[in-house]
Structure formats: structure tokens, C-alpha cells
């Protein structure tokens, strides 16, 4: 029996629509060298439309991808709603990727047209040789005139110029939801990124799901700090959300160094955030040196890679609460956010998980032979996961065999469905046929007042097979040694998972999003460049 409901197509065009009537007064703030610059959703939907108009001048349609080299601002938010709207796939390529790869996902996406920011301009243009099919550059903002007089190939064009002679209405067209409407590359730390392409029904949900009171709990209420990159899984979604729910967007640019984003919160007072933990790190001791004004902030998510207990506490001191999550570019990105469930007796061991899975999101453990895991707390295994805004298979790969996607994480998850990740599968330490957790030895190493950072990676043992080596950041050179903090695991872990090797290092080598770079630590210790002392 079919039902008698409308088949209205879920698509980012109904968003734009939305968000531009129902909220038009909303308001996307974007950070400058001195406060900042404002326009309301009704504004970006006209300049959406603006850009749409001069996109299809250039010989932008349908299927076409438009690719964006940009930070969070609301011109990138523009394009968010033009290219997808138009039929087109907008491509935010990953400014913080080493050059080689940029060029290999913008090639490989088959990018003809790239908008840049004037201020990313003169670092994108050694890129522009390697871009043959590149036949437009639309320049975002003030650049300089010498690198834009230099550059050969392409046509340049200046965004607002661009814009300008345009209607400030479109006849967006009816896509199939199922129609490709962006995509994003996975920061690719093992061999070439992989695409995975959004369609528009993927996102109209997950956009939905983001919006969630258990979710990111967001309304028409609140301003939101997107400080995850547009460039990075579509800022989780928050672009599209924003329109959904009305909550105005606060876009720090450029300035995500902890002083001139500690400036920009104190203007824009945001009441919520997102980011991955650095920045949150970096934005709370440079609160706690200056005594700087966050005091608009209640909540920030965060997620990207493991929080460590201490920085919660950090921001606890502050009132601001952090609330952990769990995602992959893969999965759109919403997998898990934890917010403790009514009546928890223990609540920071709740939020200290990655928390639950949102109605549509499938999750699956299985053991090493492949075996279904029970959700008992205990069992450990990897995670698959399946759900309308997981990917099916990588661009131009063939889809996954089974439907599940391997998420490569490993962990547990609990009869009333938390999920605590132990690691990514290739960075579990086996050390005489147990697994030892890196993340968990980092989150106490995190713990310890004199530690700033630390990251843990397996490293060959003649007799265990692998052990743990410990490299450690100190808050001040030489405040604890290396016997006090083995003394600190060892009181609060089996006496065989504390690491013997240890090493002292400057920083932790991140990759192009702010995670650990667990890949580059493995090949300094491979080859000798790390100053490994060996305790006990
Ligand atoms: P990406 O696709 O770049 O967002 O990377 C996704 C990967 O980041 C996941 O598969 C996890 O390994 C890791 N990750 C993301 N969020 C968390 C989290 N809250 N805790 C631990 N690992 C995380």
C-alpha cells in the first residue's frame, strides 16, 4: 500500500528557503582585524542567488563542481547555498593539506572554478600550475594587486565586482535529492585522500539530526562559533543547521589564534561553539593568562579527536561546559555526542564518552574474526557503522561490499548505548597479545597538572611485540621527570600498560585538522629523532 504523502525533495534549496524567510533577521557575523562584519540570512540568500547568476555566466551547471580555498566566512557561506542550489557540487578544499594533495583532491574532484580568499591568494597561486583544468578564479576580498597581476592560466575575477550586476533571485532549479550537492576529502594520512560526495537528502538530515536537543541543541536562541574549518567536513554541518533552526553564525576568518579569537568571542558573544580540542586548549590558557572575556560561551562542542578529561575541567572553571563528540568526514560528520541521560548517578563519566548515536545512525561492533560484539560495556571491538548520511563508498571507488562502513575506530559501547573509543584501529598498542589504549594513556597523562600535552604511540619490543612510548609536552622544560609521571600512571592503571620509554619533545606533530599525527611520531622514532629515555 503506498502512503498519500507529498514526495517534496529533500534538498539544500528547501534549507536556503527556510532559513531566508522563516529566519531572514538571523545573522552570520564574520571576524576582522577589528570586530566584525555582519549580514542577515536574508542577505546571504540575495548574494547566494548573486553568485549563482555570475556562476552560470562563467559556464557553471548542473553536476559541476565549484570548489572553494577559504576560511569560515559568510562569502564561503554563500557559495554553501549558490553551487549546491544551482545543481552544481561545491568542493571546500582543505587549505592546511601539504600543496601535492590539494592538487590531487581539486584534480581528482575535476574542479573548473575555485573561489579564494584574497587573503589565501598568494599561497594558492604556486598551486595554480599544477590545476590544469582550472578555467576561473574568483577572488574573495582585498588581495594583493602584484600576486593577482601574476597569475597565468585561469581568468581572475573579484568576488563582490563578480556578484554585483547580478539578480538577487535565482530559478533554483528541482534537484533529486539523491543529486550529488558537495564533497569533502578525508585528510588522508595514510596514502591519496578519498572524496566522499553529499547529496542533498544527506545533508537536509544530518542537518535536521545536528539541530537535536541531545544533539548540538540548537534554535533560532542561540549564536553559534563555527570554528571547525568549512573546509573540513562542512564545519559539521553547522552552515546548514544555521538556516534549519535560525541560530546565527559567529565566523572567526582567519583568526583562530588564540588572542584575536578570544577578541572575536568577546565581541560576537556566541553562547555555543565547535571545534576540535587545540583550539580549545589554546583558547583557555591564553583566557586563563589574560583573563580574557569568554563569558558569553555556556557550551562547546568538541570533537575531531579524543577530549582529555583535564581540558573539561578547564573549561568547567569557567562555567563553560564541553560536550564531547564523535565523527568522521565519512559519516557527514555526526556519529556520537555525549550528554549525560536523566538520573545519572556518575555524569563526568558520562561525558567523558563519545556519547550516543543519533535515530538514523546504525551502529556495529565486531571482533578480529568478524564476529557481531555485544553492546555490554565491556566487549571491544571495531566499529561499522550505517545510516542516510553515511557513505556508501569513496568517489569513484566501488561502493563498500556491505553496506557498513569500517570506521577503523575501536572501542565499546554500553547497554544504554555510549560509545567510549580506545583507538583507531592502527594505533592500538599490542603488547603480549593485550591491547593497550593510547588514547586512554594520553587522557591521563593530560591529567597531570605539570603535562600539556602528550601523545602515545606503539613502538617494536623485542619481548612484548610493541610497548608504549610516551611523548610528553610540559607546561615548563624540566618541572617533572619521567619517574614521577610513571609513578602518576601506575596509580591509576595496570602495572603493564604504563610505559617504560619516554621522550621529551617541543610539540606534537598534527595533522592538516589539528589531530595527533601518530603516522609522523612512529617515523621520528624510526628514525632516531626522538630522545628516548628508557625508566624502570
Ligand atoms: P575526520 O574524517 O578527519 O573527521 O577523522 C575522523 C576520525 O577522527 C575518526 O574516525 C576518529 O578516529 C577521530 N575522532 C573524531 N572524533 C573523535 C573523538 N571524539 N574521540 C576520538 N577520536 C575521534
Redesign the pocket.
Known sequence: MHSTMQDVPLSVRRLLEHGSTVHSGSRVLTAMPEGYTEASFAEVAANAARLAGALRGLGVGEGDRVATFMWNNQQHLEAYYAVPCMGAVIHPLNIRLPGEQIAYTANHAGDQVIIVDGSLLAPFTGLIPHLPQVRHLIVNGPADPAVVAGITGPEVHDYAALIAGQPDSYDWPDVDERQAAAMCY??GTTGHPKGVVYSHRSIYLHSLAIALPDVFDLSAADCVLAVVPQF??LAWGLPYTAFVTGCWLAMPDRFLAPEPLAGFVAAARPNKAAGVPTVWQGLIRYADATGADLSSLTEAV??????PPSLMADYDRHGITLV????????S?L??LSRPPAGARDREAYRLT?GRFPASVEPRLIGPDGSVLPHDGHSVGELLVRGPWITAGYYQEEPFADGWLR???VGLISPDGYLT?TD?AKDVIKSGGEWISS?ELENLLMGHPAVLEAAVVGVPDERWGERPLATVVLKEKGSVAFAELQDYLAARLPKWQVPERWAFVDEVPK?S?G?IDKKVLRARHAAGELDVTTVG
Open positions: 578525508t585528510s573540513h567536513v568538541v570533537g575531531g579527536s579524543a577530549c564531547h563528540a564523535w565523527g568522521m568526514t565519512e559519516m560528520p556519529g556520537t563519545q570506521t577503523g575506530d573509543l583507531r588514547v595533522t585538522v589531530k
